[in-house]
């Protein structure tokens, strides 16, 4: 599987979001994840880095 | 592996730009794409959508 752990990244520190991520959409000032339990869920984010490597997406909160 | 191909959506025509993606970075009204052969490609593009299930990365031109 080739899913992703979404996470928040504020003052440094890093906040799991959500696990499993295999759909990611920037939408305006958000970005909607959707996981492979069919989850989804909309952040006020924007995409601060994607490693494939290490299954990691960083958000980084807008304002 | 878990490295996507990205292509470039332009007036409903996807473009391959680059294969074997593992690393995304937004940078202002670019993205910085890395492949797996160490390639580094600066894109004037932003996210469109990220499929990991697809192993396929959409990204509209910005202008």
């Given at each position: 599987m080739c899913e992703a752990n979404a996470y928040i990244k504020r003052d440094g520190h890093e906040t799991l979001v959500m696990?499993?991520?295999?759909?990611?959409?920037?939408?305006?000032?958000?970005?909607?994840?959707?996981?492979?339990?069919?989850?989804?869920k909309l952040v006020k984010?924007?995409?601060?880095?994607?490693?494939?490597m290490e299954h990691k997406i960083i958000l980084n909160p807008t304002f």
């Open positions: 696990e499993g991520v295999f759909v990611l959409r920037p939408e305006g000032d958000k970005v909607l994840l959707e996981n492979i339990f069919g989850e989804q984010a924007e995409i601060g880095q994607i490693s494939l």
